[in-house]
């Protein structure tokens, strides 16, 4: 019994402080119904261009697909190439820039992130710790959640 409380202790005591910074950023980061600044006049300029940015063909950058598909399933296939092809704090990478460029995307920010989870612990073939190295407070910690499961 005293190790049982010793190990839920020990587990509260880890899994508390990332619950606490994961929640802690959505006090700081922008909400999509806020009205635009003129920094965010300026980030929408210069996204705006012909190029296609770091990691995503020019199609991807402007919200339409060769395939027909909605432009939160073209972002979630580039994501999962982009995690199978480096590692999952790149594809969090994207995730992060595509949100800030893409603000019509936010609703599907918490869903894609799990997916990243749940695709980091099938890349590591269910290294779970190995996974869990790459989170970060993205999209409310999602990415963790979709690792728990």
């Known amino acids: 019994m005293k190790q049982l409380v010793r190990r839920i202790g020990q587990t509260v005591a880890l899994t508390l402080p990332v619950v606490l910074v ?3 950023t959505l006090a700081v980061t922008r909400v999509p119904w806020a009205p ?8 929408v300029a210069a996204s705006s261009g012909d190029g296609a940015g770091i990691g995503r063909s020019a199609t991807a950058t402007a919200g339409t697909s060769p395939d027909g598909l909605a432009p939160q399933e073209s972002l979630r296939v ?12 790149a594809a969090l ?4 820039r595509s949100m800030r460029e893409q ?12 997916e990243l ?4 612990v099938r890349k ?6 190995r996974a869990r190295s790459f989170a970060r407070p993205v999209c409310d910690g ?6 728990a499961g």
Do not use: M
């Open 36 to 43: 635009p600044t003129n920094l965010d006049q300026q980030v």
């Open 142 to 147: 999602s990415f963790a959640a979709g690792i």
């Open 93 to 96: 990478d994207l995730l992060e």
């Open 78 to 89: 580039v994501l999962l190439d982009e995690l199978r092809a480096k590692n999952p704090s």
């Open 124 to 129: 590591y073939q269910g290294d779970v710790q």
């Open 117 to 120: 989870g749940k695709a980091a």
């Open 103 to 114: 603000p019509s995307l936010t609703p599907y920010c918490t869903s894609l992130a799990g």
């Open 22 to 24: 994961t929640t802690g």
